[in-house]
């Protein structure tokens, strides 16, 4: 691109800048203050940290579109990936054997500690994204150290697992519809619902995220004539 | 000044940088990098914003969680679609467009 | 004052790691330095009372991302190491 052009959007981008500072420095007192609506209607959403409180129950549903959105993602990956549906890439060399011996050991304690952050969510920092995000991980360790049978992708149980959080979700979300209300979970059964649902969020989602990346196209594809 | 405004102000600098990076930057790696940059910029100006007080706000940070997640999906849907045009066309720029016929 | 300093170290330090990123000569330091970014963030987020997207955020944003950037610069280094120009 030529100098002048780049200057110009530079400029223009500086100038929005300037304008956003100006903005947000001369902003009025919050209309609404919702950190403390939260914490008032904190006891009846069954569990005891906030942001899980929002996530799960009083925002449930756009973490129930997040999930469909995710499996958007991922068909898109699969579609764009141009290889036989659902296999996973090859590895390009083989690895080193400090890296499966390290595979080896840390796989089990990333478990553990997506397990922890699964369970610790209801009343600490953690939750079904997180404990997704470390399982995920696990995986594409065990896929880089080779550990991973080569036809992991492609059976009817790991779409089933993919599917499972959003219909679980998606399933608890619509029981209640008989009494008027989406996602109205009964107050003294909220705590086991929400863990029931963060249970199935955390294995699709890290199923999910794991396949955002072992099914990317690979670089051994055939090259179309 | 509270913590909340000044990421705030780091979040609007990193919007504008990320975005001018999406548009000068030609190579389509780059791109996606300013972009997700761009993202976390907008990320902190939603909680820096409702933190200015000083207090915590779940729903923000609820909603920025989403956030985060999606974006690092559509991350992977434009790497996929970028490795794709790399293998079709040898690199990872737009192709350099033809004058009409 | 020593908090506001160490925020506005933290704010800087998040700039300068964003502008490394977007201007590097090279993909792969540009990865690196997108993933410092990620990882300042993480600290931002701390800072400013969210831990769960601290966590959120040195997991995906810092880990998932670099992993799939680094192996889309592996792809590039392949593809164009076995097509010479």
Redesign the interface.
């Known amino acids: 691109m030529k100098l002048l052009p780049r200057l110009g959007v530079t400029a223009v981008f500086a100038v929005l800048a300037a304008v956003l500072v100006h903005a947000v420095l001369n902003l009025p007192e919050p209309a609404v203050r919702l950190g403390g609506a939260v914490d008032k209607a904190l006891g009846q959403s069954g569990v005891s940290h906030p942001v899980t409180a929002v996530l799960l129950n009083f925002r449930g549903y756009d973490t129930l579109l997040e999930t469909a959105v995710l499996l958007l993602a991922l068909i898109g990956v699969l579609t764009a990936s141009g290889q036989v549906p659902g296999s996973m890439r090859r590895l390009p060399s083989t690895p080193h054997a400090f890296l499966q011996s390290l595979a080896r050991l840390v796989s089990p304690l990333m478990v553990l500690a997506a397990g922890y952050l699964l369970w610790a969510g209801s009343h600490r920092p953690g939750g079904a994204f997180q404990a997704a995000a470390v399982l995920a991980a696990g995986i594409i360790l065990l896929y880089l150290a080779g550990l991973l049978p080569a036809n992991a992708a492609s059976t009817s149980s790991l779409r089933a697992g993919l599917l499972a959080g959003f219909l679980i979700f998606l399933a608890l979300a619509a029981a209640p519809l008989r009494n008027g209300a989406l996602l109205q979970y009964p107050v003294e059964m909220a705590g086991a619902l929400i863990l029931l649902i963060e249970s199935g969020l955390t294995l699709s989602l890290a199923l999910t995220l794991a396949g955002l990346f072992l099914c990317l196209p690979d670089e051994f594809e055939e090259e179309d004539d | ?1 509270t ?8 979040g ?10 999406v ?5 389509l ?2 791109k ?3 972009f ?2 761009m993202g ?1 910029g907008a ?3 939603l ?7 000083g ?12 956030g ?10 434009a ?6 045009l ?3 066309c ?3 720029r737009f192709p350099a467009e033809t004058p009409d016929d | 004052m020593t908090v506001l300093a160490f925020d506005l170290l933290l704010a800087a330090s998040l700039l300068w790691s964003a502008i490394r990123a977007l201007t590097a000569p090279d993909p792969f330091r540009a990865v690196v330095m997108f993933i410092v970014f990620g990882l300042l963030m993480a600290l931002a987020w701390a800072r400013l009372g969210a831990p769960d997207l601290a966590l959120a955020e040195a997991a995906i944003g810092a880990g998932l991302a670099g992993a799939l950037l680094f192996d889309s610069v592996g792809h590039l280094r392949a593809r164009s190491g076995r097509r010479p120009k």
């Open positions: 000044m913590p909340g405004l000044l990421f705030a102000l780091t609007i600098a990193l919007f504008a940088c990320g975005a001018a990076g548009i000068l930057a030609p190579h790696l780059r996606i990098i300013s997700n940059v976390s990320f902190l100006v909680v820096g914003l409702a933190q200015r007080d207090g915590v706000d779940a729903v923000s940070q609820a909603m920025v969680l989403t985060i997640v999606v974006s690092i999906a559509a991350t992977a849907l790497l996929a679609l970028a490795r794709r790399l293998n079709q040898g690199e990872m």
